[in-house]
């Protein structure tokens, strides 16, 4: 057991985690009450913890915690998310990796400012569409070097973050908002069921032996050290990457893109066969940009620009806002099926528009007004799907996290390998497990998202936040690739049209449109918990309906912080799907 550890265990599939206090509007009021949510087994009070200093959501216990104890030393809430986001590095290799990118949303109590960083890493200088057709390529591939042909962004995101930190006024250093990653890869930490889970899915034998990432070069050293994958409970560690980050603090981020450490990470790809080189890696910033915002229901929906899909899940609550959501029931198949028609023309758009603005003009500010909004709604027929768009990308593994310190600064974040494990490769004695988020590019010399030298891919990662008169409301986000839009949509019409909690919003039954493994086309999947009629309501619009578990890992690990402008009590949830946590102090 790690030291300072502690467990409360239940399962909330047999215990209601779905409960509230009174029916009222729940942003109107000057205090929280939440509309009691129609799957409770019972009447009971919220469980979502209160505090009314600081709040952590993120979907590992440990990355909480360390936030949470760097709120107590005084940290800003970017300090926190700094830490959680390394702790998540350390403990979630499954979803998110110092060798993956991160995106940043971050509100300044002091002035109101809302502030945007992308750190997405752009494509190296020798990744074009020639170099692969020579290869015979028809796609990047998934897994090893070729899939790592973008520049990790994570590390570069921190010190964005820490110097944004500093102007707050923050007092501590890069390292120590380090240390807690530092000392769990070094001494160890507890195997989760979740990442117990992945290497077993990933690693275990087939037809042909162990799958792909017990053969890519370093994988099995870092993660296999028994040449077995560990079961949920074993000891995990990981002194490679202990070093690393031990480096990183003591030396500075910029050693990660400059020196010695960049130039054993480059020199191991270069050797197998990888593209990146010591000059894509010298020349990578993160950059500050300027947020999305629309209108829904009053509040002011804020989110990242292209390269990041945030266009997309605002263009979603863009389309809400001109109907009547809170006449069709929650979580009712009117409510699914709205949703889901809205998700269809985001998506359209977003996939004929978004990619690296460097490289296309996008019409954001159309896509986003008022009146697009409004025409988009007129499109759906609530008594009959749309035809189903492109198929769409069927992986996405991510942690997002949110903090709200004690003075009101709050942060969205989301850091990310894109699929489980990444490129499944470990950059040589680095530690350093590499994204593959450049897979994401098109080899197809006519699509908005073709492969070019020094681009960033379009980015499924974006952090949300709901405002209320300038000051943050709800801090809320989730994994899932394409169900991040989708997941977002359903906590926001949870909570403002019918006045779910945080918790109730974030626990419910869900929902996600997309493409399967295998499937040549995108179905609707809804978790086992939405009554029976549901289903058959939405095939009868012509909806393409497949039931999973009752709590199911595809739906995304989501999170929220909502924060009571009235009394300042902040009210925090995590999922119940993921190994997560919310804590206040």
Known sequence: MEKGTFFLLFDARKTSRYSALVTTDVYQEDTMHFTPSPYAETESRSLDPMTTRGMVSSPH????????????????????????????????????SIGGDNFWLAHEAATGALHGINASGRSGEKASLGYFAQKGLAAIPLRGPLAACTVPGVVSGWDAAHALSRLWGSQLSLADLLQEAIDLAAEG?????????????????DSTGYRELQRLPGFARTFLPTGSPARAGERMRLPDLAATLSLIAQEGPRSFYEGDLAQRMTSWLQANGGL?????????????????????????????????????????????EHMDVASLGEGSADHIHAVVEATKLAFAERDAHVTDPDF???????????????????RIDMSRALAPNAPLEPKGDTCWFGVVDAVGNAVSAIQSIFHDFGAGIVAGDTGVLL????????????????????KRTMHTLNPPMLRKDGKPWLVYGTMGGEGQPQTQAAIVTRMVDFGLSPHDAVAAPRWLYGRSWGLPANNLRIEGRFAPQVAASLRQRGHDVQLTAGYSDLMGHAGAILRDQGTGVLYGATDPRSDGQAAGY
């Not at 360390?66 to 700094?82: E, F, N, Q, S």
């Open 61 to 96: 216990y440990l990355a909480t915690q360390a936030g949470v104890d760097i709120l107590r030393k005084g940290g800003t809430a970017l300090d926190a998310a700094i830490a959680v986001a390394a702790v998540l590095a350390v403990v979630y290799p499954q979803m998110c």
């Open 360 to 378: 296309a003009e996008i019409p954001v500010e159309y896509m986003l007004s008022p009146a697009h909004g409004r025409d988009l709604a007129g």
């Open 276 to 320: 990146l080189t010591a000059r894509d890696f010298a020349e990578h910033q993160a950059e500050t940009v300027e947020p999305l915002r629309v209108r829904y229901r009053g509040l002011e929906a804020c989110n990242l620009p292209p390269n990041t899909q945030g266009v997309a899940s605002l263009s979603i609550l863009n389309i809400l």
């Open 189 to 205: 930490f507890a195997v989760t069921p979740s990442l117990a889970f992945w290497l077993h899915e990933d690693c275990k034998k």
């Open 435 to 454: 994204q593959n988020r450049g897979s994401f590019f098109s080899l197809d010399a006519g699509h908005i998202n073709a492969l070019a030298p020094l």
